[in-house]
């Protein structure tokens, strides 16, 4: 393998856990919409094992979070 091939295969990894996270946080903040469970950042954090940070640096979930998290007050 040259070095650019294993940096390729570095970023198709990375993208591929990305995706995944992502699909595993959509699906708990919906189970969470359905179970109507309170929802913000720790809640979300802590059921779909992921950090604080990653959340908030994910525009669209970071949005999705705060609509639904006011909604809810």
Do not use: G
Request: glycine share 0%; charged share 35%; hydrophobic share 30%.
């Amino acid at each position: 393998m040259t070095r650019k091939s294993n940096t390729t295969a570095i970023i198709q990894l990375s993208k591929e856990k990305s995706e995944k996270t992502r699909i595993k946080v959509e699906n708990t903040i919906s189970e969470m919409t359905l179970k109507k469970e309170k929802i913000n950042f720790n809640s979300v954090a802590q059921k779909a094992n992921v950090s604080k940070s990653w959340l908030y640096k994910q525009k669209d979930i970071r949005t999705r979070v705060e609509t639904l998290r006011d909604a809810n007050e």
